[in-house]
């Protein structure tokens, strides 16, 4: 998955667990500056599929995320 392409984005993602997160992906984190060294994306304040807004930017790893996709 190249999480890079979806940075600076509005994006529709879905972690392994089903739920779904839609927000702007606001940076994207290099496998080599995370641990542990996997890459991964931030989304700011997003909004989960049951309407929760987060307080905070929510950064997912590459192995947390079942599929990303760009919204309108």
Aim: hydrophobic share 30%; charged share 40%.
């Amino acid at each position: 998955m190249e999480l890079r392409e979806y940075e600076h984005e509005q994006v529709r993602l879905t972690d392994t667990d089903g739920r779904v997160y839609e927000g702007y992906a606001s940076d994207y984190i290099f496998a080599d500056d995370n641990e542990p060294e996997v890459e991964g994306i931030v989304l700011n304040y997003p909004i989960r599929d049951d309407g929760y807004k987060y307080k905070n930017p929510v950064e997912f790893d590459a192995p947390e995320i079942r599929s990303i996709e760009i919204i309108e």
